[in-house]
T-cell receptor, first 116, second 117 residues
Framework: AQKVTQAQTEISVVEKEDVTLDCVYE???????LFWYKQPPSGELVFLIR??????QNEISGRYSWNFQKSTSSFNFTITASQVVDSAVYFC?????????????FGIGTKLQVIP | NAGVMQNPRHLVRRRGQEARLRCSPM?????VYWYRQLPEEGLKFMVY????????ESGMPKERFSAEFPKEGPSILRIQQVVRGDSAAYFC???????????????FGPGTRLTVL
């Protein structure tokens, strides 16, 4: 069965600090997708990134970067020079094939608070 | 192309009433998924539907909950005789195809926040 673990339930950082959110996953599939979503206080889910299991290249998008390591089944997310607007709950998710369709499993989320 | 739409965004019900949550998938999408997010928790899969068919309802409580996706109109998640424990955010997602290995990404709606008094 697939599983996503976000061990950090809450993190507080001071503005401009860098912060890394950890995500460890379990799956028996060789083909799968990993995601990060942001959920601001307003409650909607904001898609941040999707990465397939065959692409281990790290990705950078502005202040955001992602480190995918298959050897440790981790897909960590780093925010550089954090800002107050980054305060939100961040979810890591795993999608794998389940009887011909994708089934998405979410982690419990990491609540990030950026203090001005 | 409008995104996934859900209504209402907020719904308040008293214990014992019925709650109906609607989801209009993105244009061209024929696959709908419902997820529930209990307070302080991640999203949990409830049910997956294609037009007029329930494909997987393994995550849906056996009693009081039902879902449909008719040929015409939105998908409906129906909760009968609501209880306080049903208070949660209910998210709908849609995809153009079922995909394998997650090739067809699910696009999420803004969610419906159900409060049971």
């Amino acid at each position: 069965a697939q599983k996503v673990t976000q061990a950090q339930t809450e993190i507080s950082v001071v503005e401009k600090e860098d912060v890394t959110l950890d995500c460890v996953y379990e799956t028996r599939d060789t083909t799968y997708y990993l995601f990060w979503y942001k959920q601001p206080p307003s409650g909607e889910l904001v898609f941040l990134i999707r990465r397939n299991s065959f692409d281990e290249q790290n990705e950078i998008s502005g202040r955001y970067s992602w480190n995918f390591q298959k050897s440790t089944s981790s897909f960590n997310f780093t925010i550089t020079a954090s800002q107050v607007v980054d305060s939100a709950v961040y979810f890591c998710a795993l999608a794998e094939n389940s009887g011909g369709y994708q089934k998405v499993t979410f982690g419990i989320g990491t609540k990030l608070q950026v203090i001005p | 192309n409008a995104g996934v739409m859900q209504n209402p965004r907020h719904l308040v019900r008293r214990r014992g009433q019925e709650a109906r949550l609607r989801c209009s998938p993105m244009k061209g999408h024929s696959h709908v998924y419902w997820y529930r997010q209990l307070p302080e928790e991640g999203l949990k899969f409830m049910v997956y539907l294609q037009k007029e068919n329930i494909i997987d309802e393994s995550g849906m409580p056996k009693e009081r909950f039902s879902a449909e996706f008719p040929k015409e109109g939105p998908s409906i998640l129906r909760i009968q005789q609501v209880v306080r424990g049903d208070s949660a955010a209910y998210f709908c997602a849609s995809s153009p195809n079922a995909g394998t290995g997650g090739r067809d990404e699910q696009f999420f709606g803004p969610g419906t926040r159900l409060t049971v008094l």
